[in-house]
């Protein structure tokens, strides 16, 4: 069975451009969450989706991300207009159930310049 | 200060030899990650406990919950395990279980 993926595997776009991530995650999992690392620093957690309901975003760190999940099958993360501090690996991780073990993606890596 | 610490930041090793990861939490918990990362690659889920220890193969992860502190040993050390070791804990309860705090992680090099 595959695993989580994601696409594209790396980004590079200037300052103000648009980007949209995508993450496909494993078959049958409803809850699929996005993270990020951003150079020198942790991974955060940006949001979770139980099927196509935004169960929490207290992550996102501002208005010019927005993440869908329509149908509740693969999700995107667009990041509209980019900022330099936006550079970093976006991970995306999904499980079958609420609260158990998460699987991740291999993450995308977004270069602004 | 961040809610999980990782100690050391950085660990360079000769082939064969003994490693240990640790990792101090400061938030109930209700299970602890440790997680992998190759240069270049995605994260893979080495372990997941909420209480004693787990092995696999060479590697053992253990959790003293009444410390808050986990550590992952390696037993003979191999360049191939030479990856930034990522320790995350799940929240303590309520609607929040399913959100990981992470640790900065451990970038350990082994040499041949």
């Known amino acids: 069975e595959a695993g989580v993926t994601q696409f594209p595997s790396h980004s590079v776009i200037e300052k103000g451009q648009t980007v949209t991530l995508r993450c496909d995650p494993i078959?049958?999992?409803?809850?699929l969450y996005w993270y990020r690392r951003v150079m020198g620093k942790e991974i955060k957690f940006l949001l979770h989706?139980?099927?196509?309901?935004?169960?929490?975003e207290s992550g996102m760190p501002n208005n010019r991300f927005l993440a869908e999940r329509t149908g509740g099958t693969y999700s995107t993360l667009k990041v509209q207009p980019a900022e330099l501090e936006d550079s970093g690996v976006y991970f995306c991780?999904?499980?079958?159930?609420?609260?158990?073990?998460?699987?991740f993606g291999p993450g995308t890596r977004l270069t602004v310049t | 200060k961040n809610e999980v610490e990782q100690s050391p930041q950085n660990l360079t090793a000769q082939e064969g030899e003994f490693i240990t990861i640790n990792c101090s939490y400061s938030?109930?918990?209700?299970?602890l990650h440790w997680l992998q990362q190759h240069p270049g690659g995605g994260i893979v889920s080495l372990f997941m406990?909420?209480?004693g220890k787990k092995k696999h193969g060479r590697l053992i992860a253990t959790i003293n919950i009444q410390e808050k502190h986990s550590s992952l040993h390696i037993t003979a050390s191999h360049p191939r395990d030479s990856a930034v070791y990522i320790c995350?804990?799940?929240?303590?309860?309520?609607?929040?279980?399913?959100?990981?705090?992470f640790g900065k992680g451990t970038l350990l090099t082994v040499n041949p």
């Open positions: 991780a999904s499980s079958q159930v609420h609260g158990g073990e998460q699987y």
């Open positions: 078959s049958g999992h409803d809850n």
């Open positions: 989706f139980v099927k196509e309901s935004k169960q929490d």
């Open positions: 938030v109930g918990i209700s299970a």
């Open positions: 406990l909420s209480s």
């Open positions: 995350a804990v799940k929240g303590g309860g309520g609607g929040s279980n399913y959100k990981l705090t």
